[in-house]
Structure formats: structure tokens, C-alpha cells
């Protein structure tokens, strides 16, 4: 967090497009252009090489117990493999290319987003559980609510919706002027946030009201990360910079709330109302 290099991971013939961390820490997968993805220790050095995509490879990501990794492929299937490279499943059934992949809390279930504008819900046998239909252009991140219990996608539609896994709507995410490109839940589960290609990312509650947007980004904001005690949100940019960003505490928005009203009342309120206005600064 002092910004200096720990570790460069090189091996990739093309661009790398995801990665994460193992449950444990020990490891990480990347997702490449190159049809592979990786899996690395923390010194560098490649475990294993998993092969099969016929193309680009665009997500990755561990099993909760760390024991498989599932990718996503522009080949329009997801995969899922052991840490020794065997392939164990392969997903088939979308009409068009693969985004993301994502595992429940519980490891029972994968999650997929794709060019076909759904998002699909499996279990680990490759049965489809529930198809998620809706959005009007191409569903690219999808991510599992903490209790398992939701599931919330980024469309370039430019929305974002939070969905039961029954694949009923549950809400509508609506203000972003861009495709979206990634979203999140916060870990304690009340919150998303999403990034666009408006520059933004945003914060919201579960029933669609913002709550905070982020701006300072120069280009595409093309994925962001909550930080483990949810105070922090972590965004990355076409723009070539990352950024750290603290949320808003309740009280904090609360203060800037009536420093926005005591302001407008002192500018528009009639001389007899203006202790309205000191009410509000003393509360």
C-alpha cells in the first residue's frame, strides 16, 4: 500500500484481463487474451497452465474453498477446472460470448454474464439453473450478494439490476450516462457500487437510490473493489490510473445534507425564517 512493487507475474503472450486472489492468499489466477489462464504464487512463479478456451479468456475466478477456478471465455462457454489443470465441467448454453464468471458463497453455484444480454445461474455439473433476461445489451460483470441470496449485473445498457435467484427483477439501477462495466456488493451486502464508461463509479442502497458517485476519473472507469471492512472502494481506469476512494458515513452525508440546506435557507429564506437556519447548524 506504499506503492512499491512486491511482484511482476510475466508468462501472458497477450493482455491480461482478470485476476484474483486465492481464498488463503497464497495464490493468484489471471485471465488472458491469450486463451490460457494462470495460476501464480506470490513469488512470481507459475503453477499451472490451464488450456482449452478456443479464445480470449476474460474472467477468472477461485472457488471459495480454493480448490477450482471457473473462466470465462469469448468462446461462449464458462470452465471449470482443479488447481492441476484438469478440466472438470464446461458450461455451454449461451448464444454469445462470455464476460464473467463468478462462484456463490457457497461454492455450489457459478454465475455468468455474456454478450446474449443474460446472465446464467449453474451448479457445478454444468446444469442450468436459471436464466437472468432483461437488459438490452451486452451483460458484462455479474457478482453474488454475500448471503447468496442475490445476484446483481452490469450492462452495457447502461443500467444495473439486483435480481433473486429465481430470476425475478428485484431492482433497477438507473443514472449512469455510459455502459456499465463492473459491479460489487459491499461485504456487509447493503450496498452495490458500479463503474461506466461516464468516468463514475457509484454507490447505492438496494432499492436504487444513489448514494455516492465518484468523479476524477479522465476515461472508462472498468472495474472497482470494496476494501474487506467496507469503508473503501478501490477503481481502476482506462485512463491509466487506479484510485482509492473512502465512503461516506452516514453521519458524514448527513452533515453535508444540512450544510447544503443551512446554505440554501441563508440564501432564500425571509428574514424572519433565519433562525431556522442556526437550528440546523446547532443540530
Known amino acids: 500500500l506504499t506503492s512499491n512493487l512486491i511482484q511482476e507475474f510475466k508468462g501472458h503472450q497477450e493482455w491480461v484481463l482478470s485476476l484474483c486472489f486465492s481464498p488463503d492468499g497464497k495464490y493468484i489466477a489471471t485471465a488472458s487474451r491469450d486463451k490460457t489462464s494462470r495460476l501464480w504464487d506470490l513469488k512470481g512463479k507459475l503453477i499451472q497452465e490451464f488450456k482449452g478456451h478456443q479464445d480470449q479468456v476474460w474472467g477468472v475466478s477461485f472457488s471459495p474453498n480454493g480448490k477450482y477456478i471457473a473462466t470465462a471465455s469469448l468462446d461462449n462457454t464458462a470452465r471449470l477446472w482443479d488447481l492441476t489443470g484438469n478440466l472438470i465441467q464446461e458450461f455451454k448454453g449461451h448464444q454469445d460470448l462470455l464476460k464473467s464468471v463468478s462462484f456463490s458463497r457457497d461454492g455450489k453455484y457459478i454465475a455468468t454474464a455474456s454478450k446474449d444480454k443474460t446472465a446464467r445461474l449453474w451448479d457445478l455439473t454444468g446444469n442450468l439453473i436459471q436464466e437472468f433476461k432483461g437488459h438490452q445489451d451486452l451483460v458484462r460483470n455479474v457478482s453474488f450478494s454475500p448471503d447468496g441470496k442475490y445476484i446483481a449485473t452490469a450492462s452495457f445498457d447502461k443500467t444495473a439490476r439486483l435480481w433473486d435467484l429465481r430470476g425475478n427483477l428485484i431492482q433497477g439501477f438507473k443514472g449512469h450516462q455510459h455502459r456499465v462495466?463492473?459491479?460489487?456488493?459491499?461485504?456487509?451486502?447493503?450496498?452495490?457500487?458500479?463503474?461506466?464508461?461516464?468516468?463514475?463509479?457509484?454507490?447505492?442502497?438496494?432499492?436504487?437510490?444513489?448514494?455516492?458517485?465518484?468523479?476524477?476519473?479522465q476515461k472508462w472507469v472498468t472495474s472497482l473493489s470494496f476494501s474487506p471492512d467496507g469503508k473503501y472502494i478501490a477503481t481502476a481506469s482506462a485512463d491509466e490510473t487506479a484510485r482509492l476512494w473512502k465512503i461516506k458515513s452516514l453521519d458524514e452525508m448527513l452533515v453535508q445534507g444540512c450544510d447544503w440546506l443551512h446554505d440554501y435557507l441563508q440564501n432564500n429564506a425571509d428574514e424572519s425564517d433565519k433562525h431556522v437556519c442556526d437550528d440546523i447548524s446547532k443540530k
Not at 462495466?181 to 463509479?201: C, E, H, L, M, Q
Not at 447505492?204 to 455516492?212: A, E, H, K, T, V
Request: cysteine-free.
Open 181 to 217: 462495466t463492473s459491479i460489487n456488493f459491499s461485504p456487509d451486502g447493503k450496498y452495490i457500487a458500479t463503474t461506466s464508461g461516464d468516468n463514475t463509479a457509484r454507490l447505492w442502497d438496494l432499492r436504487g437510490n444513489l448514494i455516492q458517485e465518484f468523479k476524477g476519473h
